[in-house]
């Protein structure tokens, strides 16, 4: 079945650093990808999305290419605040079905400090 | 402004209790969704609906349930068959979006359910 693999956190920066969180998918078709971020005791907010092969979704700063060849939708933003502190989602829409719902790796946490 | 509303935002349960968690939205939005999420796993999909009197089970529905009376409630509750009923619920709902396949969520704040 479909599935999403996110690299293991946490993930821990100094301000101003460069971030990137791998994210690479197996599914049927082309899905479309998201990332969405998870503030504490808080629900999900989308972060970016792409729809089709060679997309660059972006937003923040944060940017995610869709490479189809490998697979992958790695979540990458140039210089990281404290405020990015966060566990981050990389999700797909799985067209097995008409239910078109989302599927979740296992997130990321990301903890920046000053 | 529109959104997603969850509650109770913290819940105790005795074992052996069933107990309802309340979603609303007032986005008009067609489809909704009710995930579970526990820690350092991702979420899981517990049921969704996408039309009013009409729901599916998803990957972990056994000892939930859930009703779709209305466009903007979608209820779930958690009953005594579930075994391990302590996580954080998360409900979402999205505009159908026919073949497109962009099915962006909203997500509420969520519910934690604590199992004493």
């Known amino acids: 079945g479909d599935s999403v693999t996110q690299m293991e956190g946490p993930v821990t920066l100094s301000e101003e650093a460069f971030l990137t969180i791998n994210c690479t998918y197996t599914?049927?078709?082309?899905?479309?990808l998201f990332w969405y971020v998870q503030y504490p005791g808080e629900g999900l907010q989308l972060l970016l999305k792409?729809?089709?092969?060679?997309d660059k979704g972006s937003n923040k700063g944060f940017e995610a290419t869709y490479r189809k060849e490998t697979t992958s939708f790695h979540l990458e933003k140039g210089s990281v605040q404290v405020s990015d502190s966060a566990v981050y989602f990389c999700?797909?829409?799985?067209?097995?079905?008409?239910?078109?719902?989302?599927?979740f790796g296992s997130g990321t946490r990301l903890l920046v400090r000053p | 402004d529109g959104g997603i509303t969850q509650s109770p935002k913290y819940l105790f349960r005795k074992e052996g209790q069933n107990v309802t968690l309340s979603c609303e939205q007032n986005?008009?939005?067609?489809?909704m969704y009710w995930y579970r999420q526990d820690p350092g796993q991702g979420l899981r999909l517990i049921y969704y609906?996408?039309?009013?009197?009409?729901?599916q089970k998803g990957d972990i529905a056994e000892g939930y349930s859930v009703s779709r009376e209305k466009k903007e409630s979608f209820p779930l509750t958690v009953t005594s068959a579930q075994k391990n009923p302590t996580a954080f619920y998360l409900c979402?709902?999205?505009?159908?979006?026919?073949?497109?396949?962009?099915?962006?969520?909203?997500f509420g704040a969520g519910s934690r359910l604590t199992v004493l």
């Open positions: 609906s996408q039309i009013v009197n009409d729901f």
């Open positions: 979402a709902s999205s505009k159908r979006t026919g073949g497109s396949g962009a099915n962006v969520l909203t």
């Open positions: 999700a797909l829409t799985s067209l097995m079905d008409s239910s078109y719902k989302l599927i």
């Open positions: 792409a729809t089709k092969a060679d």
């Open positions: 599914a049927t078709g082309y899905p479309s």
């Open positions: 986005l008009n939005h067609d489809a």
